[in-house]
């Protein structure tokens, strides 16, 4: 537990709620966000504790200044949110790329300028991204790119921002979430090219984020998180 604020971006369904989760156990201040202002009121209100819900669209840039114009405080920040977006270079759909690009790149980046003021020295910062910038796939060409731009906002922001750190988290493939737990076939697939025998699991990527944020030495990391999927 801290005396600061703890802001998850997307905190409403999956990692991003088991992450609220626990902190709110811990009995922390945190504010969890989504899209829609009923649904973030009405997690944070089964969540407990000291958790607030607010209304934020990383897609939507210009409005984030207001929707945070009431957080403060902020120590820890973890911008969570994500989305997919299958699409290629034959048939290319622009909305849906530049949503994707806007979301992750300029919403990611405008919610960290927005806070700034109201952030501690010591605060640390975690941006979600993926791993298919590192091992692409037919249907990833807007997301695999603006995963290798969340890479390269880590660099930058960690040192233009110290002494606040900022570092990355790149998930695998995760099995019991809710996005994969139905999907038997393609998670069993990636269990078999795991070295570790097993999915990675949600709870295994709320210790690795929970690590970035509280080990004072660890900046401008890359963390990958795939059991070492990546070897094989």
Do not use: C
Not at 13 to 42: C, F, H, N, P
Not at 94 to 122: F, N, W
Not at 171 to 198: C, H, L, M, N
Request: no cysteine; proline share 4%.
């Amino acid at each position: 537990m801290t005396d600061g604020t703890l802001l998850v971006v997307g905190g409403t369904a999956g990692i991003g709620r088991a992450l609220v989760t626990k902190y709110a156990s811990a009995g922390d201040s945190v504010v969890l966000t989504s899209r829609d202002a009923g649904r973030a009121e009405q997690v944070a209100k089964e969540i407990g504790g000291n958790t607030r819900g607010i209304p934020l669209h990383l897609s939507q840039p210009s409005d984030i200044a207001a929707a945070l114009r009431d957080v403060d405080g902020v120590d820890r920040l973890v911008l969570s949110a994500i989305d997919r977006d299958a699409n290629t270079a034959k048939d290319y759909d622009i909305d849906r790329a530049l949503s994707l690009v806007t979301m992750k790149l300029v919403g990611y980046t405008e919610v960290i300028h927005t806070l700034l003021p109201r952030m501690t020295d010591d605060a640390a910062i975690v941006l979600f991204g993926g791993l298919a910038k590192e091992r692409p796939y037919p249907g990833s060409t807007t997301v695999s790119t603006v995963n290798g731009g969340v890479s390269g906002l880590v660099t930058s922001l960690a040192t233009e921002l110290a002494p606040k750190r900022v570092n990355a988290i790149h998930p695998g493939i995760v099995g019991d979430s809710p996005f994969w737990s139905d999907k038997a076939a393609a998670i069993e697939a990636v269990k078999a090219r795991t070295p570790i025998g097993r999915n990675v699991a949600m709870a295994d990527i709320v210790d690795a984020v929970d690590f970035l944020l509280r080990n004072r030495s660890v900046n401008g990391v890359d963390l990958h998180v795939d059991g070492g999927w990546l070897l094989l």
